[in-house]
């Protein structure tokens, strides 16, 4: 009887030990997480309990989309805030990018789909690249080689260059595609780095529009 | 007696392993991704070399876990070769780098096209010709690297390499 009581004292202290280790494991997690937030003048992508679907944390979610104006490959100014009113979704990308690549299709495709619904993407152009201010023939260089991608794409909508100055008001981007999704009130609804599927773009888009998330 | 001390045995090895949970693993959920470095120089810190001849030093790198960088001559044109420089005026010259043949590879969502690409460790042979005395030399390699579903800027890292020339 004795030695029943013992080790049903063990059995229920293995089992507090369990609650106390997931509930210290949840704490933990959930800290580190609103650590990561707070300090996210910065966006980070981050591997998931998963492990194959990294999650892109944006400190613009749910904020006014920074505005910007920025040169289209004809010279003119493009801003943001010209497009108030509609979806838009901005797509940073780079020449260097693969993956930038394989998503491009995607977005002409989604775009001519969803356009007479008030949806817009700006492709902003964002090499990252290393050169020289004053590098004037590297820049050049880098503008058609930008101007060449975009006409091998068959790119619809506006291609912006220069999207280096507003990284900085948009998280850092860090990595190619970063994409947000702002819907017509000027509001980031949804951000995305790194591709995925073209379902995932369309239910950003979407939701962008207002027509379901 | 003897299952008292299993049902023991047991709650203590649950107990470190519950401890050990606690602690923050490099792979653990939360992990930056974009936030390190993608390459890193490995060896060697220090070489000695024949003064004003060209000699030999086997430079090796190591790509982070998951990731790739081009080649030296990658395969599509608009992509960012990797290369290696040293800067004028640091008592080195470098005259030539032979750069390892990089392996095919393919993105999940794009089978068709090739990629020339360098994974994990690397190795670049290069024939440099240092002066006489010491030289903290600060080498540079660019590189553009991505992971199966981004891509991170072109970046220059610097190579620290103690070059004494005799």
Not at chain 1, 156 to 164: A, F, N, R, T
Request: hydrophobic share 40%; aromatic share 8%; charged share 20%.
């Amino acid at each position: 009887m004795k030695r029943n009581t013992l080790v049903l004292g063990v059995v229920l202290l293995i089992l507090a030990t369990f609650a106390w280790a997931g509930w210290a494991n949840w704490e933990y997690r959930k800290q580190a997480a609103e650590k990561l937030l707070a300090s996210a003048a910065k966006g980070e992508l981050v591997s998931t309990a998963a492990g194959d679907v990294p999650q892109y944390i944006s400190p613009l979610k749910g904020k006014p989309a920074p505005n910007f104006a920025l040169e289209d490959l004809s010279g003119h100014k493009v801003s943001l805030s010209s497009y108030k009113g509609k979806a838009v979704l901005l797509n940073f990308w780079a020449t260097w990018c693969g993956p930038c690549k394989i998503e491009t299709p995607w977005l002409v495709e989604l775009r001519n789909q969803y356009a007479a619904q008030g949806f817009e993407i700006l492709g902003i152009s964002t090499e990252g690249d290393d050169l020289a201010k004053d590098d004037k023939a590297g820049r050049e260089k880098q503008k058609a080689d930008v101007a060449k991608f975009a006409q091998q794409e068959h790119m619809p909508y506006p291609v912006l260059i220069d999207g280096d100055s507003i990284s900085q008001t948009y998280g850092g981007l860090d990595a190619m595609p970063t994409s947000f999704f702002v819907d017509r009130n000027g509001t980031v609804v949804a951000a995305q780095m790194g591709i995925s599927s073209k379902d995932d773009i369309e239910a950003n888009i979407r939701k962008a529009l207002g027509a379901g998330k | 007696m003897k299952s008292s001390r299993w049902v023991a045995g047991m709650a203590l090895a649950l107990l470190v392993l519950s401890a050990k949970g606690q602690a923050p693993m490099s792979d653990s959920p939360g992990r930056s991704i974009t936030g390190g470095a993608a390459v890193v120089y490995q060896y060697p810190e220090q070489v000695t070399v024949s003064a004003g001849k060209p000699s030999p030093v086997a430079l090796h790198f190591r790509i982070g876990q998951g990731l790739h960088i081009n080649s030296h001559t990658p395969r599509q044109e608009e992509l960012i070769p990797t290369t290696f420089s040293i800067p004028e005026g640091s008592g080195v010259r470098l005259v030539k780098a032979d750069y390892p043949t990089g392996n095919d590879f393919t993105l999940p969502l794009d089978p068709n096209t090739k990629l020339s690409v360098y994974t994990g460790e690397f190795t670049i042979l290069t024939r440099i010709v240092a002066e006489s005395g010491n030289h903290l030399v600060e080498a540079k390699l660019r590189y553009q690297a991505c992971d199966r579903n981004v891509c991170m800027p072109p970046k220059t890292i610097t190579v620290p390499i103690d070059v004494i020339g005799k």
